[in-house]
């Protein structure tokens, strides 16, 4: 039986208007216990800004919290998820887009937010998965064919022409991806 997004999100959201200063954000991260805030544009959500962005766009350079504005250092676009979509799903778009948090919305509106921290608590057989899929990204199987049929470990889609690319089984979408990226 899948695990739900809506099942796990935690709610209400904290948000921080784009307007505000670093120094304000994270007082309210401090006061409300959160380790990030979804920052607003009139009232709508346009990023998310994180403990670790202020400590490495802010305070690793030096900059006076008090002097900058959140939306010069939140994160943006906000790369969101529905709260009907499995956890599967959202660890593999966590995944994809490199992030460890999403923002849950339901019809255009901010309902909830899902962290890999949220998934492990609520699934701890869920690490034992991934720690085992770590373990097996170290070690670099002896390929004798070029191409294998499977599951891609990037997208979870079945494919006939896997290859493996850096130490993980790759579609042929994916790999294009990849390479656009370089």
Same mark, same amino acid.
């Given at each position: 039986? =899948?695990?739900?997004?809506?099942?796990?999100?935690?709610?209400?959201?904290?948000?921080?208007?784009?307007?505000?200063?670093v120094k304000?954000?994270?007082?309210?991260?401090?006061?409300?216990?959160?380790?990030?805030?979804?920052?607003?544009?009139?009232?709508?959500?346009?990023?998310?800004?994180?403990?670790?962005?202020?400590?490495k766009?802010?305070?690793?350079?030096?900059?006076?919290p008090?002097?900058?504005?959140?939306?010069?250092?939140?994160?943006?676009?906000?790369?969101?998820?529905? =709260?009907?979509?499995?956890?599967?799903?959202?660890?593999?778009?966590?995944?994809?887009?490199?992030?460890?948090?999403?923002?849950?919305?339901?019809e255009?509106?901010?309902?909830?937010?899902?962290?890999?921290?949220d998934?492990?608590?609520t699934? =701890?057989?869920?690490?034992?998965?991934?720690?085992?899929?770590?373990?097996?990204?170290?070690?670099?199987?002896?390929?004798?064919?070029?191409?294998?049929?499977?599951i891609?470990d990037?997208?979870?889609?079945?494919?006939?022409?896997?290859?493996y690319?850096?130490?993980?089984w790759?579609?042929?979408?994916?790999?294009?991806?990849?390479?656009?990226?370089?």
């Amino acid at each position: 039986m =899948p695990v739900y997004v809506k099942d796990i999100m935690v709610k209400p959201v904290i948000t921080i208007d784009q307007e505000k200063t670093v120094k304000q954000a994270g007082e309210l991260m401090k006061k409300t216990r959160r380790g990030c805030l979804i920052v607003t544009r009139q009232g709508k959500p346009v990023g998310i800004i994180s403990d670790s962005d202020i400590i490495k766009r802010v305070v690793a350079k030096n900059i006076l919290p008090s002097k900058i504005k959140v939306k010069k250092i939140m994160s943006s676009p906000l790369i969101t998820i529905s =709260p009907d979509e499995d956890m599967l799903t959202a660890v593999r778009k966590m995944k994809k887009n490199n992030i460890h948090r999403l923002p849950v919305v339901s019809e255009g509106k901010l309902v909830g937010l899902i962290s890999l921290s949220d998934i492990a608590r609520t699934s =701890p057989e869920m690490l034992d998965l991934l720690e085992y899929r770590i373990k097996m990204k170290s070690y670099e199987p002896e390929i004798k064919e070029k191409f294998t049929s499977g599951i891609c470990d990037s997208c979870g889609n079945y494919s006939d022409d896997l290859k493996y690319v850096d130490g993980q089984w790759l579609c042929e979408s994916c790999r294009e991806e990849l390479e656009h990226e370089d």
